[in-house]
């Protein structure tokens, strides 16, 4: 099976930044899609950036020009540096990936979560 380990979420005040990172391990023979997610009180989980094996990416329109998601193959891990962080950005911030374990075997793999507060 395929683990999925966020780590930089924490507490900041408005305005400011964090660098999240997440890495897979595991039976990996190449990682697809990539994704961060985040999920606050009482909502749905809902989309942040995705990112393609090739680099293409995806922002909800929320975050479009202050998140970048970047990715590297070779350390299997995917990042999301947050920019100009604002009080609505608060919530757990969760890693996805579709792990392929073969040339023909695909999973969707969940991190655990990393919680990200931003004050006012």
């Known amino acids: 099976q395929v683990r999925l380990v966020e780590s930089g979420g924490g507490l900041v005040q408005a305005g400011e930044s964090l660098r999240l990172s997440c890495a897979a391990s595991g039976t990996i023979f190449i990682i697809n899609a990539m994704g961060w997610y985040r999920q606050a009180p009482g909502k749905q989980r809902e989309l942040v950036a995705t990112i393609t094996t090739s680099g293409g990416t995806n922002y909800a329109d929320s975050v479009k020009g202050r998140f970048t998601i970047s990715r590297d193959n070779a350390k299997n891990t995917v990042y999301l540096q947050m920019n100009s962080l604002k009080p609505e950005d608060t919530a757990v911030y969760y890693c996805?990936?579709?792990?392929?374990?073969?040339?023909?075997?695909?999973?969707?793999?969940w991190g655990q979560g990393t919680q990200v507060t931003v004050s006012s």
């Open positions: 996805n990936a579709d792990v392929h374990s073969s040339t023909y075997l695909v999973n969707n793999y």
